[in-house]
């Protein structure tokens, strides 16, 4: 269909760039390279859902502005393509109808994506609920004066676009995979994720209080701070294939480690224990890879102690000093009485002065149990005690009665213990004992492996997997691997965030508050109070949440499984819908499945909701830790707790897309079957007819002139 040409010479140089521009935006040649693009668009969004989730593709194509832009410049395409044919002519009919369809239709997917709902509601059998919760979360800031009674005053919601990845993915492009993190690039780094905005930076900074989100895990856990994770084995070990074998550890330091079966610094493996805990000074950790025993000297029946000061080791069997009279340390001025000897704790008791007019301190030292040995920190001396038991069961290795033992511990500084810059403020030190002999030194953090505990088949190694330092005790934030295929209640989202108030400032990590079926306070890792001068500021990661108008109450979750598996075949809810009073809205309850989803509407707003089976949490038994928080406040308690977790669909422009559908459909069927019959150009046609009746009159006149001339 050829077009006008709209521009002349005559016309000023601004009006000829206008309409040149407005030629371009119609013509086809635009069209075709747009059209393209937003098929190569398309493709690479389908690839992009299939490989990382519906959250992915929203976050790094459908919702982005460079996306909107696409369509825009279609929209204004089209618009262009058939206002620069007007006036329309009536065989043009069937052009103008598709090209107002294909407008109303991206109108109406414009208004899907501006004001359409896609949110989560988790709900327990027995219990009702109207909140929806969308995967994206925002910041609350409390704000309460010191001293006073006065409810805190509390700032307006501040949102935060985090994305559905770990921060520190987009850049470097790292796969974490369980502790480690591998220079992978899962995320294909051609994929433009650094054309999304991110709300890295300040996102609040008004009357003295800043918030300023330094880095962000799309899923994460919280790991007991100072710990270990550790792994001892071999790659040669005997038997066991290629491989090797391997054994993990996790260990946890807690300040009160006598209690029982409670214990998280201590694991038996190998044959051997392995006992983690922290020193809080250098004059101790130096102490500790200096308390070796010599296996010369021998250990007696009561053991060998081990007495170091200044970093000089001094050996005595306890055998030959216990009960006798004090004795000097060689090369200094400290006395030492070794005055008892309990044999069921494997524990010596000495005391040490100072000079002839010192005071007197005490020291236990335990043999099994050297973690909570008392040392004698104003004299600056630190006691070991070494016992070479026979072989020992697992109870007994547990309590540290084994030939075989690896003390980790904590420590500040480097091997030598000089160096404390910021990034080596912690180290971790090991001591191996495995009778009659031990030695000492700097463990690697990289996962070079050191010699453990020998054994016939084969001499196996320690490594580190993971070592999270802290000078108290404290909850540790984990990234976890991206799983597209893991619901959005079941993640854990953690912030990285600076909050200064008055000029007070704190960095620390803060986990978002979970979705989960019930309300509850929030837990220590979920909110975080920042004093100042005369005020406080809390804040809280909190997910978006939305009421929809009415309660949806689930009266019964049903799940099955494939015959012989644990994986869920089908699993439906029967829902009542309830008003905000509690009154029933539909006569009776209805059942929502995977492949069935039930439409419902506010009677409020009439917004028309449409509900699918997603997911589902639990089962929970009694004595787990959910079933317990979430049955507490309940009169009667089920044998076992399950969770439905439905999605609430709201669209706004669905009612616009199928009206634009319907306009298309009508549009192709008048351009490609009715216009040949009722709508063609007659004007077109009507040249023809004349030269046909023109080739008649000639052929007449040249056939009369013919037979003239042969007559």
């Excluded at 060998?304 to 009960?323: E, I, K, P, S, Y």
Aim: charge should be neutral; glycine fraction near 8%; charged fraction near 25%.
């Amino acid at each position: 269909m050829a077009k006008s040409r709209l521009i002349t010479p005559d016309q000023p140089r601004f009006v000829r760039a206008v309409l040149a521009t407005y030629e371009f935006l119609a013509s086809l040649r635009f069209a075709v390279v747009l059209i393209s693009l937003l098929a190569i668009v398309l493709g690479v969004g389908t690839f992009v859902e299939s490989a990382y989730g519906t959250e992915a593709v929203k976050f790094g194509v459908w919702n982005t502005w460079w996306f909107t832009l696409l369509n825009a410049l279609l929209a204004v395409s089209i618009f262009c393509a058939a206002a620069i044919r007007y006036p329309w002519k009536r065989h043009q009919t069937g052009f103008v109808i598709t090209h107002i369809g294909l407008l109303v239709l991206l109108m109406g997917c414009l208004f899907s994506q501006r004001g359409g709902i896609d949110a989560q509601i988790p709900l327990l059998e027995g219990e009702q609920g109207s909140k929806a919760y969308e995967d994206s979360h925002h910041f609350t800031l409390r704000v309460k004066s010191l001293g006073s009674e006065k409810s805190p005053l509390e700032i307006p919601p501040i949102e935060f676009r985090s994305g559905p990845f770990n921060w520190n993915e987009y850049g470097a492009h790292s796969l974490v995979s369980g502790d480690s993190i591998a220079s992978k690039h899962p995320y294909r780094p051609w994929l433009p994720w650094g054309l999304v905005p991110r709300d890295q930076g300040k996102l609040y900074d008004t009357d003295g209080i800043s918030l300023e989100v330094v880095d962000f895990y799309a899923d994460s856990t919280a790991a007991l701070a100072p710990s270990v994770k550790l792994r001892i084995g071999s790659d040669t070990f005997s038997g066991a294939g290629e491989r090797g074998m391997w054994m993990p550890v996790e260990l946890a330091w807690e300040p009160d480690p006598l209690r029982g079966n409670q214990l998280r610094h201590r694991a038996s493996v190998g044959g051997g224990t392995v006992v983690f805990w922290k020193i809080a000074s250098r004059a101790e950790a130096a102490a500790f890879l200096a308390g070796t025993p010599d296996p010369a000297l021998g250990y007696g029946e009561k053991g060998q102690l081990v007495l170091v000061v200044d970093g000089r080791a001094h050996r005595f069997l306890v055998d030959n000093t216990l009960a006798k009279q004090r004795f000097p340390l060689e090369g200094t001025d400290l006395f030492v009485e070794v005055t008892d000897f309990q044999s069921k704790l494997s524990a010596v008791r000495v005391s040490v002065q100072r000079g002839n007019e010192g005071q007197r301190e005490e020291m236990v030292v335990l043999a099994e149990l050297p973690e909570v040995s008392i040392h004698a920190p104003r004299a600056g001396v630190y006691g070991t005690l070494w016992i070479e038991h026979t072989a020992a069961d697992s109870a007994e290795r547990m309590q540290g009665k084994s030939r075989s033992r690896i003390d980790v511990v904590q420590a500040k500084g480097t091997a030598a213990l000089e160096d404390s810059t910021p990034e080596r403020a912690h180290a971790l030190l090991y001591r191996r004992w495995q009778a009659p002999k031990a030695s000492s030194g700097l463990l690697p953090l990289d996962g070079t492996p050191v010699p453990a505990f020998s054994m016939p088949k084969a001499q196996l190694e320690l490594r580190v997997d993971r070592f999270l330092p802290a000078d108290t005790l404290e909850m540790a934030t984990l990234p976890l691997p991206f799983d597209k295929d893991k619901a959005a209640s079941a993640k854990r989202r953690a912030a990285k965030l600076r909050l200064r108030v008055d000029g007070k400032s704190e960095e620390f990590w803060l986990a978002g508050l979970p979705i989960q079926p019930i309300d509850e306070p929030s837990g220590p890792t979920e909110e975080k109070m920042v004093p100042g001068v005369s005020r406080s500021v809390t804040v809280n990661l909190v997910p978006d949440a939305i009421d929809i108008g009415f309660k949806v109450k689930l009266d019964n979750f049903e799940r099955r499984l494939d015959p012989g598996t644990s994986q869920a075949s089908h699993f439906s809810s029967l829902v009542e819908f309830l008003s905000l009073k509690g009154t029933p809205l539909a006569k009776q309850p209805v059942t929502i499945t995977m492949n069935a989803p039930v439409d419902f509407s506010d009677p409020q707003t009439g917004r028309s909701y449409r509900l699918f089976q997603e997911s589902f949490m639990g089962p929970w038994l009694p004595g787990d830790e959910l079933y317990e928080r979430f049955t507490k406040n309940r009169k009667v308690r089920p044998d076992r707790l399950e969770a439905s977790v439905l999605t609430v669909n709201y669209d706004p422009g669905r009612g616009v897309k199928y009206a634009g559908s319907a306009l298309i459909v009508a549009g192709i069927f008048t351009m490609f079957y009715m216009r040949a019959y009722f709508f063609g150009p007659h004007s077109d046609r009507q040249p023809s007819r004349q030269l046909s009746s023109h080739g008649k009159q000639f052929s007449q006149s040249r056939r009369a002139e013919l037979e003239s001339q042969t007559a």
